[in-house]
Nanobody, 119 residues
């Protein structure tokens, strides 16, 4: 129904910036929420940032003031601008979408993109 494809990961030095992109395809009108999670080696997957169709956003405390999630409208990709990156931001970043109540709040995940921040 919905597929997510991430891009933009890579290797960056501490203090640098990266921008991740996530393009959705399929029945994108069914998406209510989109966002980003990450999973570092040996750790559980955690929320980074999400945004709703209404424009509301939520960030993990660890990224507030450094990361910005954006999406112009329901048809556009969702972006994660990451500034002032730290080695502890190193992780696989996953794009996430939650579908409408009519589809049972189904959750969809991308394949992940690796972000490595060197000290």
């Amino acid at each position: 129904q919905v597929q997510l494809v991430e891009s933009g990961g890579g290797l960056v030095q501490a203090g640098g910036s990266l921008r991740l992109s996530c393009a959705a395809s399929g029945v994108i009108s069914s998406i209510n929420v989109m966002g980003w999670y990450r999973q570092a080696p040996g750790k559980q997957r955690e929320l980074v940032a999400i945004c709703t169709n209404g424009g509301g956003t939520n960030y993990a405390d660890s990224v507030k003031g450094r990361f910005t999630i954006s999406r112009e409208n329901a048809k556009n990709p969702v972006y994660l601008q990451m500034n002032s990156l730290k080695p502890e931001d190193t992780a696989v970043y996953y794009c996430y979408a939650r579908l409408s109540p009519a589809l049972g709040y189904l959750e969809v995940w991308g394949q992940g993109t690796l972000v490595t921040v060197s000290s």
